[in-house]
């Protein structure tokens, strides 16, 4: 697990855009949330709040994740990318693909716009899926991981086609059966196969290393990926034959057990760790699970209640809470790492060259951390409780929150040397 072969990382054009463009869509999608204000305490299906989740999920969940999938692969498992410019082409077509869509949902044009727009995106998967099978599928070594990253790889496949079903479905209504019992299979099958494998699969290589901890208990993950596979299986068979009802939740339970494995291997890291001091970005990973396991909680109440607050609270929890918050710290891990390798690495040993800690603003890291932890606060209030005003004013703190976020990812991405650091 400790293997890593940073010769192996693919060409700055293949990474570096994906996190400069989540950035940007993480700044849009608080600005609509700002706009929407207190609309997205009704119904999940309605014109702008689709909008939210779609530029939440594609644009800043999904981009990032692939940016970071396509570094991550080639480094883990000692294997050049199959094709860069493939997925260099992939970024394209989900970038031009999340902002059709977002715009086709603002506006509500179910037409052949949005049929385009979801064929982009599920183009885009599909490109990735390939990538990905092509560069790993002769690897000896990270078995665990290879089932990770791959199924999480079919699941973005099978979400991304889900979707453009119901786009169709929207235009010509084909589908006999009912739309929004299908959204919810397609809402959870992106959430639980895509969003939680690929970042267990992620966590289980990164947070080790971060915490210079290590664990011999692969079993654990292994048992994570059956768990969390057969859980979803069961769920969208069960879902698509009887739809999503209180005895849904033994496939949850499932799930669950799966993610509780991942923590056990995770556990035994940070208990063998040799890095005693959590610095914030580890702490913003804590956050998120947190958040994450305050949505498995919810679930017995999500099954039985068909729109309203709580299903506005559970989705909050998912994208802004878990993703978003997993997504603030491990940037700052991953990023500066990433430019540091571009820039810096055939001076390693030779001057004096700063380290990838020092080329992005530890204030700017500590507001955002705090500022995360407050929008959590006010944003669970408000929504659990209705209160309008205190969901206006988290949603400025989190168009305030996007924008540091982007200043520092871009002082990382066009980070120039000061004098000091050859000194």
């Not at 802004?320 to 571009?342: D, H």
């Not at 982007?406 to 000061?418: A, S």
Request: hydrophobic share 55%.
């Amino acid at each position: 697990m400790s293997r890593i072969e940073i010769n192996k990382a693919p060409e700055a054009y293949v990474v570096v855009p994906c996190y400069v463009t989540a950035a940007l869509f993480f700044v849009l999608a608080s600005i609509l949330l700002l706009i929407t204000g207190k609309e997205i305490l009704g119904h999940y299906f309605q014109p702008k709040v689709l909008a939210i989740v779609h530029t939440l999920a594609l644009g800043w969940g999904s981009m990032i994740i692939l940016g970071a999938a396509y570094q991550l692969i080639p480094v883990i498992f000692g294997k050049k990318l199959f094709s860069p410019p493939m997925a260099f082409v992939s970024y394209l077509l989900l970038m031009m693909g999340s902002l059709l869509l977002i715009y086709c949902f603002w506006h509500f044009k179910t037409d052949h716009w949005m049929i385009i727009a979801g064929s982009l995106v599920c183009l885009s998967s599909y490109l990735y899926f390939l990538n990905l099978w092509m560069t790993i599928k002769d690897v000896s070594h990270g078995f665990e991981l290879n089932l990770f990253f791959s199924f999480s790889a079919f699941w973005f496949c099978f979400t991304t086609t889900i979707g453009l079903l119901l786009a169709i479905n929207l235009y010509h209504g084909f589908l006999s059966k009912n739309h929004l019992d299908i959204l919810k299979l397609h809402a959870h099958a992106g959430i639980v196969g895509w969003f939680l494998q690929l970042i267990l699969g992620a966590g289980a290589k990164l947070l080790p290393m971060f915490l210079l901890g290590k664990s011999n208990k692969t079993r654990f993950l292994y048992a994570a990926v059956v768990l969390i596979n057969l859980g979803l299986c069961v769920f969208l068979a069960d879902g698509y034959l009887n739809s999503v009802r209180l005895n849904s939740l033994w496939s949850a339970g499932l799930i669950f057990l799966g993610f509780i494995s991942w923590a056990i291997y995770i556990l035994d890291c940070i208990m063998n760790r040799a890095r005693k001091k959590i610095d914030i970005p580890m702490k913003h990973a804590l956050l998120s699970f947190i958040c994450l396991l305050m949505a498995f909680a919810m679930l017995p109440i999500v099954v039985q209640t068909p729109a309203g607050n709580w299903i506005s609270l559970y989705a909050f929890l998912i994208f802004m809470g878990w993703i978003t918050g997993i997504v603030l710290g491990m940037t700052f891990k991953t990023l500066p790492f990433i430019i540091w390798n571009l820039k810096f690495k055939d001076l390693n040993g030779k001057e004096k060259i700063p380290m990838p800690k020092d080329m992005y603003s530890q204030q700017l890291l500590k507001g955002q951390f705090f500022l995360f932890i407050g929008n959590l606060l006010l944003s669970l209030l408000g929504i659990s409780l209705k209160i309008s005003w205190l969901l206006e004013g988290a949603t400025y703190l989190w168009t305030l929150l996007s924008i540091l976020y982007l200043w520092n990812v871009l002082m990382v991405v066009f980070y120039k040397r000061r004098r000091s650091d050859a000194d």
